[in-house]
C-alpha cells in the first residue's frame, strides 16, 4: 500500500511540480468506463483537489 500523503510531502520538499500518472487497476470489469471515474476520483484526492 502506497503511502500518498508521505509521497505528497516528499514531492512539494523538493518543489517537484511536473506530471503525475496513475496506474490503477479496478474491479470492475463489465464496467470498463468506470474507471476513467475511479482514476479521476483517485488522483483528486490524492493531489488533495477534492472539492475544486
Not at 511536473?18 to 493531489?47: C, K, M, N, W
Amino acid at each position: 500500500m502506497t503511502n500518498w500523503p508521505g509521497v505528497m510531502d516528499a514531492l512539494a520538499k523538493v518543489n517537484y511540480d511536473g506530471y503525475v500518472t496513475l496506474e490503477y487497476f479496478h474491479p470492475y470489469p463489465h464496467y470498463p468506463e468506470a474507471l476513467v471515474y475511479q482514476t479521476s476520483d483517485s488522483l483528486d484526492r490524492i493531489l488533495g483537489r477534492l472539492g475544486t
